[in-house]
């Protein structure tokens, strides 16, 4: 099994940025598609952004494009969540998740990831 540790999260002020990393254990990193998806208070898990297993395809959903931006380091089985200009609408727990022998596809869709994080908080202040 993998096993993902979200980190990076905190509070930030309206207009700010924060980065949040995803360690992944395993040996076989590179080849995974990695997700990412928020849920706020009282709320359904939402997806946010995707990378395919080489890094070549990036997925965002609406909300966030143009803001955040997805990338991986597969050399420290890591990836990270750029956020940029954020809103207090982000504010949410923030989970990475695996989908193992995902080809060269990324998804947007929580039911086809394998594995979850326990998430990190962000808080966007106004």
């Known amino acids: 099994q993998v096993q993902l540790v979200e980190s990076g999260g905190g509070l930030v002020q309206v207009g700010g940025s924060l980065r949040l990393s995803c360690a992944a254990s395993g040996r076989t990193f590179s080849s995974y598609a990695m997700g990412w998806f928020r849920q706020a208070p009282g709320k359904e898990r939402m997806f946010v952004g995707a990378t395919n297993r080489g890094g070549s395809r990036t997925l965002y959903a609406d909300s966030v494009k143009g803001r955040f931006i997805i990338s991986r380091d597969n050399a420290k089985n890591t990836v990270y969540l750029q956020m940029n200009s954020l809103k207090p609408e982000d504010t949410a727990v923030y989970y990475c998740?695996?989908?193992?022998?995902?080809?060269?596809?990324?998804?947007?869709?929580?039911?086809?990831?394998?594995?979850w994080g326990q998430g990190t908080q962000v808080t966007v202040s106004s």
């Open positions: 998740a695996a989908e193992i022998d995902s080809g060269w596809l990324a998804t947007a869709a929580g039911d086809r990831y394998d594995y």
